[in-house]
């Protein structure tokens, strides 16, 4: 479908630049708000990320800092408002009713838009999660403002109190920066894993707004008839793995891809991938790390085969340590790896494994 | 029944590079493909169709030579094609994108009622996933995003079931037509072009629709002018200044390389060694 922030190619005239005056009916917007999204009992650790940098963004604007916390009345709704409060948030609004229970885009937009219309947020974060961007969507067209999806860098425009919202664009070749006009509230969502996760303060408390949501059951066209939870083992959870192995285009053909099983079982990592390489059918989508796939924060990130596109860039630089094998010395990977071993994947994985098993084996001895 | 699938013509991202010198992109000889994602989304239009029978018409806005895409979307089997192509649409943002689809969408409508919209679940250039909920909201239709399967749809009742997917688990839900649809990749895999189609396709006469054609009341709602969004720059990402330590050898063998690397990562991260290990270990 359409492709809205990324329309016109890097050539074109910068036209955020132009100066404008915010229409006075919009200067009434005050203050930033996060949808704090919850399921099963806890809250979404995106939430967390999102209030960490909407701290951030609200105290260089001099506003206070909300969530938002909608649900059905005794579904912790109260200990996730507290959740929030102890990673940054001043106040919370808490809209308790039945039809809250489950997620559902008509009655969520609906409570969501309510609050916005009444309360009158100058900035909106979500998360990019299967919710977050369901709900982004449709309360950005609800209520005709704009809306920056999977931003990677939020920051004040210091010149007009702006949102300045920076996400990869080109399919991930390149970053751009995206303002909103004059619209109210600026919207934007990030995806999990993108902003780090704020230290979390338990003395901090704050106070609990009430609304109460004008919906009953027999209003809602959609009805939520099963449930059906994930079987976890089999799922790859890579946004929160602490050790990932990646593969690239480089290893050439999809037997070599095994040479990453082989390393990543030794050294009890997950597996990821490149774009190129789910797209050949290799691994599952639900393994691709970059852009148009999961955002990880590992502590070790070992990259074969892997150019270093800035689609699968910005996906993994956040990890702590990144090992890059190439057999190319000009690849854009090594301008931002910890280390790098200039040579074949298909070589180098294999005794990268022997030598974690050798260094497991020997630490093992110690013991 | 008569559905709609809205498609779009991208560059083919994966081919996308930027110079090492200028930091500028390359855009030459790019070739335009249609969002995979969206096919996605045809494919599954097109089993309802073998299903229950349908009309499917696909609609597609941007430049004259997105014509190639829904010609693409006519030889795997699509009935009409419509494109949306107005120098007013240029620079839309997803509310503008939103505003326009909706707008034809609306103009399908008086030709034959719409019963389901497709939508892919996001392209592979914007990324954004706004779109389909946009549309959605703008005709009031029931939205069911990131759908996994579609268990059945009882025209008489005008209902449909869908699994969707949600965090950590999958959605079973029905609801009422008419419904915007935005399905999940790796649900179907594209069928085959028949011979049939292919000549259909090619002497097909596309419909092309400017703003007027497609019905767009308010101007001010389209294009560069009716998006709330706009970019203010473009760049390529800062290289850092600190690069990878390469690895060196006297042998430079793997084995070799391998054994330095850990040494000097154990050495300088000591606390990596700690989660290393088989799992269950």
């Not at chain 1, 074109?12 to 999204?37: C, N, Q, S, T």
Request: proline fraction near 6%; charged fraction near 20%; aromatic fraction near 6%.
């Amino acid at each position: 479908m359409s492709n809205p922030t990324a329309p016109t190619p890097p050539a074109a005239k910068p036209a955020g630049r132009r100066k404008f005056e915010l229409d006075p009916r919009l200067k009434a917007y005050k203050g930033v708000w996060v949808f704090i999204e919850h399921e099963r009992g806890a809250v979404h650790p995106v939430s967390f990320e999102l209030l960490g940098e909407g701290r951030k963004l609200a105290d260089q604007l001099g506003v206070e800092l909300a969530g938002v916390v909608l649900g059905a009345a005794g579904e912790d709704t109260r200990r996730f408002c507290q959740d929030a409060f102890c990673h940054g948030a001043d106040l919370c609004y808490l809209v308790e009713d039945p039809v809250l229970a489950q997620y559902r885009n008509q009655p969520y937009t609906k409570a969501l838009t309510d609050l916005v219309n009444k309360y009158q947020p100058e900035i909106l974060l979500l998360g990019a999660t299967t919710l977050g961007r369901d709900l982004a969507g449709s309360v950005a067209t609800t209520l005709q403002t704009g809306l920056t999806a999977d931003c990677t860098g939020l920051a004040i425009d210091p010149e007009n109190r702006s949102l300045a919202a920076t996400r990869p664009t080109f399919g991930g070749s390149l970053l751009c920066t995206i303002v909103t006009l004059n619209y109210r509230p600026q919207m934007a969502t990030v995806r999990p894993r993108v902003m780090s996760m704020p230290a979390r303060d338990d003395t901090r408390s704050g106070r609990i707004v009430e609304e109460s949501l004008a919906l009953l059951e027999t209003d809602i066209v959609t009805k939520l008839l099963d449930f059906i939870a994930d079987e976890k083992r089999d799922e790859a959870n890579l946004p929160f793995a602490d050790i990932i192995v990646a593969g690239g285009r480089g290893l050439k053909r999809p037997e070599n891809f095994q040479l990453v099983w082989d390393l990543a079982e030794v050294l009890g990592a997950e597996v990821g991938a490149t774009r190129p390489v789910v797209q050949s059918g290799w691994v599952g989508a639900d393994r691709q790390v970059g852009q148009s796939g999961k955002t990880v924060r590992p502590k070790l990130y070992i990259a074969a085969g892997i150019s270093g596109a800035v689609q699968h860039r910005v996906g993994m630089e956040g990890s702590d340590v990144i090992v890059a094998i190439n057999q190319d010395a000009n690849a854009p990977i090594f301008d931002f790896a910890t280390y790098g071993i200039v040579g074949n994947a298909m070589q180098i994985l294999p005794a990268l494994t022997a030598a974690f098993r050798q260094h497991l084996a020997t630490a093992k001895q110690a013991v | 029944m008569h559905i709609v699938v809205c498609i779009k013509q991208v560059p083919d991202s994966a081919q996308i590079r930027v110079h090492p010198v200028t930091n500028t992109i390359m855009r030459q000889g790019v070739p335009a493909i249609v969002n995979p994602y969206d096919l996605v989304a045809l494919e599954e239009a097109l089993r309802l169709k073998d299903r229950y029978g349908a009309r499917v018409t696909v609609l597609s806005m941007g430049p004259p030579q997105a014509e190639g895409a829904l010609r693409k979307a006519l030889s795997f089997g699509a009935d009409e094609a419509i494109l949306l192509t107005d120098r007013a649409f240029a620079g839309a943002d997803t509310l503008a994108t939103s505003y326009a689809l909706a707008s034809a969408i609306r103009k399908i409508q008086q030709d034959m009622p719409v019963d389901l919209v497709f939508a892919g679940k996001q392209t592979i250039d914007g990324d954004t996933a706004q779109v389909g909920p946009g549309i959605a909201i703008r005709l009031k239709l029931q939205l069911l995003t990131y759908v996994s399967k579609i268990e059945s749809v009882d025209l008489d009742q005008g209902e449909l079931t869908v699994q969707r997917r949600a965090e950590g688990g999958v959605q079973v839900l029905k609801t009422r037509l008419p419904a915007l649809i935005t399905v999940l990749e790796g649900i179907n895999e594209m069928r085959f072009a028949t011979m049939n189609d292919m000549f259909r396709a090619a002497r097909y006469p596309l419909k092309v629709w400017d703003k007027d054609a497609a019905g767009v009341e308010d101007i001010s709602k389209i294009g560069l002018k009716g998006s709330p969004t706009v970019v203010s720059k473009v760049f390529a990402p800062t290289p850092r200044t600190q690069k990878a330590e390469i690895i060196q050898t006297q042998s430079d063998q793997p084995g070799d390389l391998a054994a330095t690397l850990l040494a000097k990562m154990f050495t300088k991260f000591p606390q990596l060694r700690a989660g290393i290990g088989p799992r269950g270990a």
